[in-house]
């Protein structure tokens, strides 16, 4: 195997590998949220796969990429459907375990955003869109999910809260493709916007922060 036979391999690997955690994480967060908000088992699942592939399927038929992937390629279907079995099969044999702890949620919610903006923005700049359009691709597919679960289930989505939330998005897609002009490893240029979200999540978190608001209202009462 020559060496460009070889990086396209990597890159193929480090790609699904990514694709699978940012489908799996964020159907889980979307089964937490469902358990706490009461809905029965078909709900649960319902849910799991509306944030698991509702980002990525808004991406694809923005940029014209049809049938949607998850409709060309079962797998991303199937891993959602998946991890959701797992969750409630977990909690089922966990009753002790609370599945509305504030933390297992706000981790899921900022490690899918971080792995769906970086798939999002890498799908956009493949399918050759300008590098403008493939930060926005980015921030759609990583957001996305998030707002379709919050409408189901009647909550303010977080991302009109004022948090650092979208802005964490266009951070995180800004930093993949700086890397990707830079041609860096494709482990250096998926990861470290992945972790930039988090990091920039998990600040926000613990201190508190909000973007500034129209009129000078400085209300901090944290959204949902």
């Given at each position: 195997?020559?060496?460009?036979?070889?990086?396209?391999?990597?890159?193929?690997?480090?790609?699904?590998?990514?694709?699978?955690?940012?489908?799996?994480?964020?159907?889980?967060?979307?089964?937490?949220?469902?358990?706490?908000?009461?809905?029965?088992?078909?709900?649960?699942?319902?849910?799991?796969?509306?944030?698991?592939?509702?980002?990525?399927?808004?991406?694809?038929?923005?940029?014209?990429?049809?049938?949607?992937?998850?409709?060309?390629?079962?797998?991303?279907?199937?891993?959602?459907?998946?991890?959701?079995?797992?969750?409630?099969?977990?909690?089922?044999?966990?009753?002790?375990?609370?599945?509305?702890?504030?933390?297992?949620?706000?981790?899921?919610?900022?490690?899918?955003?971080?792995?769906?903006?970086?798939?999002?923005?890498?799908?956009?700049?493949?399918?050759?869109?300008?590098?403008?359009?493939?930060?926005?691709?980015?921030?759609?597919?990583?957001?996305?999910?998030g707002v379709v679960r919050d409408l189901f289930t009647d909550r303010m989505p977080i991302l009109f809260t004022g948090q650092?939330?979208?802005?964490?998005?266009?951070?995180?897609?800004?930093?993949?493709?700086?890397?990707?002009?830079?041609?860096?490893?494709?482990?250096?240029?998926?990861?470290?916007?992945?972790?930039?979200?988090?990091?920039?999540?998990?600040?926000?978190?613990?201190?508190?922060?909000?973007?500034?608001?129209?009129?000078?209202?400085?209300?901090?009462?944290?959204?949902s």
């Amino acid at each position: 195997m020559n060496t460009a036979n070889l990086s396209e391999l990597l890159q193929g690997q480090v790609f699904h590998a990514l694709v699978v955690l940012a489908v799996s994480i964020y159907a889980l967060n979307a089964i937490l949220i469902a358990v706490e908000a009461g809905y029965d088992l078909w709900g649960r699942f319902v849910l799991g796969c509306l944030q698991g592939l509702g980002g990525g399927t808004i991406r694809d038929i923005l940029i014209g990429n049809l049938p949607v992937t998850w409709v060309k390629h079962s797998w991303p279907l199937i891993v959602a459907l998946g991890t959701a079995v797992v969750g409630l099969v977990t909690l089922r044999v966990r009753p002790g375990h609370d599945p509305t702890e504030r933390l297992w949620y706000l981790a899921t919610d900022a490690v899918g955003l971080g792995a769906f903006v970086v798939v999002g923005t890498s799908v956009a700049i493949q399918h050759g869109t300008s590098l403008f359009v493939a930060v926005f691709m980015g921030v759609i597919s990583g957001v996305g999910g998030g707002v379709v679960r919050d409408l189901f289930t009647d909550r303010m989505p977080i991302l009109f809260t004022g948090q650092v939330y979208g802005s964490a998005a266009i951070i995180g897609a800004i930093a993949f493709v700086l890397l990707d002009r830079m041609k860096v490893v494709e482990s250096v240029k998926v990861w470290v916007p992945l972790a930039l979200v988090v990091v920039l999540r998990a600040l926000a978190v613990r201190y508190n922060l909000y973007l500034p608001r129209a009129g000078g209202n400085s209300e901090t009462s944290e959204g949902s």
